[in-house]
C-alpha cells in the first residue's frame, strides 16, 4: 500500500508557472501508475495527467496539452507535475492518485482506475 502527499499548490498569476510533486510513502513506488486530477469548485473531478510505471509513457487531457508536463522520479518516489502557461480556468484542487500495474506501459485516464489518493494542493491562478 502506498500513501500520497501532494506539495507545491499555491496562487500564480495568469502565464505563470507552478511545479507540483506527489511524494509517496510505503510500497514499491515503480510499481505504480500515476496519475494527477483536479477539481475546480461545483465541477466533477477530471483528468489531468497520467504517466507509466517506468515514466517512459506519458497521456495528457486536451486542455493542458502543451502546457503540463508530468514526469517521475522513482528513486525519490515522487512524480512531479510542471504547469506553465497557466490559466484561469487551470484554478483547482489538485489531486495525485495512483494504481499497482504488472505492466510497464499500462495508462489510465479513468478516475475509477486508481485505488490511492493524496489529499490534494490547490492550486489558484489570478488573472
Known amino acids: 500500500q502506498v500513501q500520497l502527499v501532494e506539495f507545491g499548490g499555491g496562487l500564480v498569476q495568469v502565464g505563470g508557472s507552478l511545479r507540483l510533486s506527489c511524494a509517496a510513502s510505503g510500497g514499491f513506488y515503480s510499481m505504480y501508475v500515476v496519475g494527477w486530477f483536479r477539481q475546480a469548485p461545483g465541477k466533477e473531478r477530471e483528468f489531468v495527467a497520467t504517466?507509466?510505471?517506468?515514466?517512459?509513457?506519458?497521456y495528457y487531457a486536451d486542455s493542458v496539452k502543451g502546457r503540463f508536463t508530468i514526469s517521475r522520479d522513482n528513486a525519490k518516489k515522487t512524480v512531479y507535475l510542471q504547469m506553465n502557461s497557466l490559466k484561469p480556468e487551470d484554478t483547482a484542487h489538485y489531486y495525485c492518485?495512483?494504481?499497482?500495474?504488472?505492466?510497464?506501459?499500462?495508462?489510465?485516464?479513468?478516475?475509477?482506475?486508481?485505488?490511492?489518493w493524496g489529499q490534494g494542493t490547490q492550486v489558484t491562478v489570478s488573472s
Open positions: 492518485a495512483a494504481v499497482i500495474s504488472t505492466s510497464t506501459d499500462y495508462l489510465t485516464t479513468e478516475r475509477r482506475d486508481y485505488a490511492y
Open positions: 504517466i507509466s510505471r517506468s515514466g517512459g509513457k506519458t
